[in-house]
């Protein structure tokens, strides 16, 4: 780092002077705000050195190298060989100019020119007879070294056997193409580009952030310092920034076009994280090249190897190049984007890692119906996709039925783990092997919904689906099931109830990566209310990156990640080896395993008149009818609303009629019009 103008006051910060006056002596020493932060040790044998699989890789990826370079250059090859004895011939031509004018002395012509403007004929004579014995005596040096070249010349023409003549040239050529080519044509081109890249400097970080206006070097208590000293990370370099006093994080995340600018890079090189200590200091980190540019790769999943499901899950790498992994367990995880911007890929990526743990048990729908998860059928305990009819029923039914039978079965685990004994369940949480005993019945659960806006605007069908989803999102988790959601709509579908159960739903995901959005308002919805405020913004991803995103809430840090790629055609693989490990353990289920949907025919009209018999009432208000069947009848009406009982019973042919309770008028049903209604029905049958 070079030194910095205005003296070494520049570096002084906030944590190097006295703020409050010395506290009275005591008897005891107490330490408060006491900050700890664990540094990373790098690895002692580098990660690519590490392992078979990583030394064969890099054999590979070297062997490739060589072998590009060389076909590279083989093809080239004969321009070469003419572009050399073209600019060999012209290296002759330039060292015979040279040792002519080496010759004639032409070094002194200006000194004879200069003694005859002044008419100064002595020194004009002397310089004269100076010049006459210098070309005798370098005469005959080239006089010398003329026979030598004519000698060895000969020599090597008539006597010399051909490989020794070939190595002459060999050798002779190249060293007069150099002498003959102009600066900055070379004969042989580069077969790899080695990327280019700016060197920082505090001087140029200085004149980048007061460009941007973020402080002023003139101004005393205005000037920019830094936290620490300019170091090397991963593929850029990394300081520490402390803005005047007034200046905070924000300022810089709104100047990060300008700071690049000033910077002379590209604004998707420059990175301005939080810096937990000060709100006036952050961590700028500025890239070699724009590292969001370069693909992740495969994913590792093309191993077909077994996964562990409470182990993290490869993701991607981050725009330092480190390898970010991501835990599904106890957690729920949204992916938010823009069409076409990589957010199935991703939400795929998780869901092939959990189906590769043959233990974890598979929900699956997906709101678009696209090809995208149709494979997924081959590992799925329950699964559907779009929402038009299929020949397995309703998608919308499906799903409905699947929420239900999780909700029931995340409160069933809640009372069955408090009921295991301590040696069991020390904690009175779900563990590895409770997860895996079939004794037990309590799998991790992974439960992905794809485009989950669409579950949400289907009228009254909508109304308990919400409701299921809210519960799911806020207590699963913590019972092991994870809630994976994907949509391309964030801000919600309108206005009402559901619309409320939609931003809880969205509000109450924990892990959140949000591939490019279309504002940083959109951003925030995904990454989560203040992402912006810290310096995520997901809107300024440029369109050309496919699959890269923020991830927010799986850890302390926020990386950017280009996630790894899985295709269709990887997808398939993937879960025709994930459908096999679950037939070799057994724990093939539902749908997958050939089982038929499972639907609950209801009939709502009976139901009704079966929960009635608990009141003695001539009619109940909506409100009280939805929780008598909640219940009750908990198995088909959980999570029912009176919105939702509503319309089952007025789709049956039942008035919706004004009822008094409890000194309240509501609408609801009279029991007379429900069993007329089944009297009804029960004629048109015959």
Not at 8 to 17: N, S
Not at 21 to 39: G, L, M
Request: one cysteine or more; charged letters at 20%; hydrophobic letters at 45%.
């Amino acid at each position: 780092m070079t030194a910095i103008e205005h003296g070494p006051h520049r570096f002084d910060t906030h944590f190097e002077h006295d703020l409050d006056d010395e506290p009275e002596p005591t008897r005891a020493s107490v330490y408060v705000d006491i900050i700890a932060k664990d540094h990373e040790r790098r690895p002692v044998i580098p990660a690519a050195l590490r392992g078979i699989g990583n030394l064969k890789a890099g054999a590979r990826r070297a062997a490739g190298r060589a072998g590009h370079v060389l076909a590279f250059h083989a093809v080239r090859a004969p321009l070469y060989v003419i572009l050399a004895a073209f600019w060999a011939v012209v290296g002759v031509g330039r060292l015979t100019g040279g040792q002519v004018r080496w010759w004639w002395v032409s070094e002194q012509s200006t000194l004879r020119q200069g003694a005859a403007t002044r008419d100064d004929s002595a020194t004009w004579l002397a310089l004269h007879r100076e010049a006459r014995s210098t070309r005798l005596w370098r005469g005959s040096v080239l006089g010398a070294e003329l026979l030598a070249v004519v000698v060895v010349g000969l020599v090597l023409g008539y006597t010399a056997p051909g490989w020794v003549q070939a190595v002459t040239v060999a050798v002779v050529v190249p060293v007069l193409a150099r002498v003959g080519r102009p600066v900055g044509k070379p004969i042989v081109s580069a077969a790899v580009v080695a990327p280019r890249f700016r060197k920082l400097t505090a001087d140029v970080v200085l004149r980048a952030y007061y460009a941007a206006r973020l402080g002023d070097p003139v101004k005393p208590g205005q000037e920019v310092t830094f936290g620490g000293p300019m170091a090397r990370d991963g593929n850029g370099s990394r300081v520490t920034i402390d803005l005047p006093y007034g200046k905070g994080l924000d300022d810089a995340v709104k100047a990060r076009g300008a700071i690049a600018s000033g910077l002379d890079v590209a604004v998707s090189q420059v990175f301005i994280t939080r810096e937990p200590t000060s709100h006036r200091r952050h961590v700028l980190w500025v890239a070699d090249v724009d590292p969001l540019a370069l693909p992740a790769g495969r994913t590792p999943l093309l191993r077909l190897r077994p996964t562990d499901i409470w182990e993290p899950a490869p993701f991607g790498l981050d725009e330092r190049g480190g390898r970010v992994v991501l835990s599904l367990l106890w957690n729920s995880v949204m992916i938010g984007a823009i069409p076409r911007q990589g957010k199935t890929f991703s939400a795929r990526a998780l869901a092939l890692y959990a189906a590769l743990d043959p233990y974890v048990k598979l929900t699956v729908f997906d709101g678009k119906g696209s090809p995208d998860w149709r494979k997924f059928a081959l590992v799925a305990d329950r699964c559907g996709f779009g929402l038009a009819m299929t020949r397995d029923g309703d998608p919308v039914e499906l799903f409905l039925e699947a929420l239900r039978e999780i909700k029931a079965d995340v409160q069933a685990r809640y009372q069955r783990l408090s009921e295991l004994p301590a040696s069991v369940c020390p904690e009175g949480k779900l563990t590895r092997e409770i997860s895996r005993d079939p004794r037990y019945g309590m799998p991790v659960r992974l439960v992905v919904i794809d485009e989950f806006q669409e579950y949400f605007d289907l009228g009254d069908a909508s109304k308990e689906i919400a409701s299921l989803l809210v519960f799911l999102v806020k207590v699963a988790p913590a019972a092991g099931v994870i809630v994976l959601g994907a949509t391309q709509k964030p801000s919600g579908i309108g206005t009402g109830a559901v619309a409320q159960q939609f931003t809880a739903f969205r509000d109450n995901f924990a892990v959140r990566f949000s591939l490019r959005t279309g504002s940083w308002q959109v951003s925030d919805l995904v990454l989560g209310s203040g992402a912006y405020s810290e310096g995520y913004d997901s809107s300024t991803l440029l369109p050309a990156y496919k699959g890269v995103g923020i991830l927010r809430g799986a850890t302390d840090a926020t990386p950017t990640v280009r996630t790894y790629l899985a295709d269709q055609e990887d997808a398939e693989r993937i879960l025709t080896a994930a459908r096999t490990l679950r037939e070799r353990a057994g724990t093939l289920s539902g749908q997958a395993a050939g089982e038929p949907a499972a639907r609950q025919a209801r009939d709502v009209l009976a139901d009704v008149v079966k929960v009635w018999s608990h009141v003695d009432r001539a009619g109940i208000q909506w409100p009280a009818l939805a929780e008598l069947l909640a219940a009750h009848l908990p198995e088909g009406y959980a999570g029912a609303t009176a919105e939702s009982v509503s319309a089952l019973l007025r789709a049956e042919g039942v008035a919706s009629v004004d009822i008094k309770a409890a000194g309240t008028v509501l609408k609801g049903a009279r029991l007379a019009d429900v069993e007329a209604a089944i009297h009804r029905r029960q004629l048109t049958t015959g």
